[in-house]
């Protein structure tokens, strides 16, 4: 802390896994010392997850302070990948190594090499290229000297990747990632800093709303009811969140909460937002169509597309949607918007043709950033 004052450190994967050890040797260490001497930190988290902790201590009257942040929410797929993908020289990318095969009485282990089951995620093949002196040869392995290179490649690959990444945030955008703990928030800081869209989209900031709206948020739907075919093509579907919110309107500013407890009832083709709604559907007719297209999420079964009579929250136009499809609709009560065409038109063609003319880490970076504003 007093040699590192103020300089932030990333961890990739700091909320899933070393966090645990940090914590657990902090909280040793402050046990064995006056409360004067003790490290202090703060946390902040994302959901159970810890995304950056700061640690700080005060000597002679002076604070000083590190960040510890997770790199894997700003660049969120595996290390290995990450150095492909940045081109790093082939002695920075990491080794294979035998995760489960470590335990705490094995720590001083010199012998043959670990079995294949040890190494996550390699063939047979793959094993016997990489270990081939060991396995034929009589090549002696030795634990210390094996996590002594794994951890120099794996802390040398990570600087690279993440200073590759700062200088081109800083270059191409003039942000500092260090105040963007996540990827989602440099996309969200970077559309308003250059766009000035922001303020054209409304604000969630109260809690009966944000619940009513995210109990109508299911994710991606592909189940279907009868999951074979013959001859079937694979399509992969370009840039699929940033096509969706490309041309299509999105809630305004001016928001009603709209009811029906009388015999009027709300006409599902005036309105616009997320809508409690009683829904009706027929066994044979979800037959015919082989999907379902208004799911419910359950406690002990997870997500299933029902048929019968149920209620639910779901957003208009899906309710819209299935009612063309033979569903019956009759809305209870929810949400309505103004609608407004697109904010978001001119950050999404910028950085789609931008990464169309990148490749490697910059067309990895612009379609993070893409898709992490969005989706």
């Given at each position: 802390?007093?040699?590192?004052?103020?300089?932030?450190?990333?961890?990739?994967?700091?909320?899933?896994?070393?966090?645990?050890?940090?914590?657990?040797?902090?909280?040793?260490?402050?046990?064995?010392?006056?409360?004067?001497?003790?490290?202090?930190?703060?946390?902040?988290?994302?959901?159970?997850?810890?995304?950056?902790?700061?640690?700080?201590?005060?000597?002679?009257?002076?604070?000083?302070?590190?960040?510890?942040?997770?790199?894997?929410?700003?660049?969120?797929?595996?290390?290995?990948?990450?150095?492909?993908?940045?081109?790093?020289?082939?002695?920075?990318?990491?080794?294979?190594?035998?995760?489960?095969?470590?335990?705490?009485?094995?720590?001083?282990?010199?012998?043959?090499?670990?079995?294949?089951?040890?190494?996550?995620?390699?063939?047979?093949?793959?094993?016997?290229?990489?270990?081939?002196?060991?396995?034929?040869?009589?090549?002696?392995?030795?634990?210390?000297?094996?996590?002594?290179?794994?951890?120099?490649?794996?802390?040398?690959?990570?600087?690279?990747?993440?200073?590759?990444?700062?200088?081109?945030?800083?270059?191409?955008?003039?942000?500092?990632?260090?105040?963007?703990?996540?990827?989602?928030?440099?996309?969200?800081?970077?559309?308003?800093?250059?766009?000035?869209?922001?303020?054209?989209?409304?604000?969630?900031?109260?809690?009966?709303?944000?619940?009513?709206?995210?109990?109508?948020?299911?994710?991606?739907?592909?189940?279907?009811?009868?999951?074979?075919?013959?001859?079937?093509?694979?399509?992969?579907?370009?840039?699929?969140?940033?096509?969706?919110?490309?041309?299509?309107?999105?809630?305004?500013?001016?928001?009603?909460?709209?009811?029906?407890?009388?015999?009027?009832?709300?006409?599902?083709?005036?309105?616009?937002?997320?809508?409690?709604?009683?829904?009706?559907?027929?066994?044979?007719?979800?037959?015919?169509?082989?999907?379902?297209?208004?799911?419910?999420?359950?406690?002990?079964?997870?997500?299933?597309?029902?048929?019968?009579?149920?209620?639910?929250?779901?957003?208009?136009?899906?309710?819209?949607?299935?009612?063309?499809?033979?569903?019956?609709?009759?809305?209870?009560?929810?949400y309505n918007f103004n609608k407004i065409k697109s904010p978001f038109k001119k950050y999404i063609?910028?950085?789609?043709?931008?990464?169309?003319?990148?490749?490697?880490?910059?067309?990895?970076?612009?379609?993070?950033?893409?898709?992490?504003?969005?989706?």
């Amino acid at each position: 802390l007093l040699n590192y004052s103020n300089y932030t450190f990333y961890v990739h994967n700091l909320g899933g896994y070393d966090s645990i050890y940090l914590l657990n040797s902090l909280i040793k260490y402050n046990k064995s010392k006056a409360e004067e001497d003790q490290i202090k930190f703060d946390l902040i988290y994302r959901d159970a997850n810890i995304l950056k902790m700061n640690l700080w201590y005060v000597y002679k009257n002076k604070r000083f302070s590190i960040n510890i942040c997770d790199s894997l929410a700003l660049l969120n797929i595996n290390l290995n990948s990450l150095c492909e993908i940045f081109n790093l020289p082939s002695n920075f990318k990491k080794d294979l190594f035998p995760y489960d095969f470590v335990n705490y009485n094995n720590l001083d282990y010199v012998g043959n090499i670990p079995d294949l089951k040890y190494y996550e995620g390699i063939s047979k093949d793959q094993y016997v290229k990489e270990f081939y002196d060991y396995i034929y040869n009589n090549k002696t392995w030795n634990l210390r000297e094996e996590v002594s290179k794994y951890l120099i490649k794996d802390l040398g690959s990570l600087l690279l990747v993440i200073d590759k990444f700062r200088v081109f945030i800083d270059q191409f955008f003039d942000m500092d990632i260090r105040k963007n703990l996540t990827i989602s928030r440099l996309a969200l800081n970077i559309f308003n800093h250059k766009y000035k869209e922001l303020k054209n989209i409304p604000q969630i900031k109260n809690d009966r709303l944000y619940s009513f709206i995210r109990e109508g948020l299911y994710g991606g739907v592909t189940s279907v009811y009868y999951p074979y075919g013959e001859n079937l093509y694979y399509y992969d579907v370009n840039s699929l969140y940033p096509a969706m919110a490309l041309d299509n309107f999105i809630g305004g500013l001016d928001i009603s909460f709209l009811y029906n407890y009388g015999e009027e009832e709300l006409k599902l083709e005036d309105l616009f937002g997320f809508f409690k709604a009683e829904v009706e559907i027929d066994k044979m007719q979800i037959d015919k169509m082989q999907i379902g297209l208004l799911p419910l999420r359950t406690k002990d079964k997870g997500l299933i597309f029902p048929v019968g009579k149920f209620n639910g929250v779901w957003f208009s136009e899906e309710l819209k949607f299935a009612k063309n499809n033979g569903y019956k609709i009759k809305i209870i009560e929810g949400y309505n918007f103004n609608k407004i065409k697109s904010p978001f038109k001119k950050y999404i063609l910028d950085l789609y043709n931008l990464k169309l003319k990148n490749k490697g880490g910059g067309k990895f970076i612009y379609k993070s950033l893409l898709n992490n504003l969005i989706g």
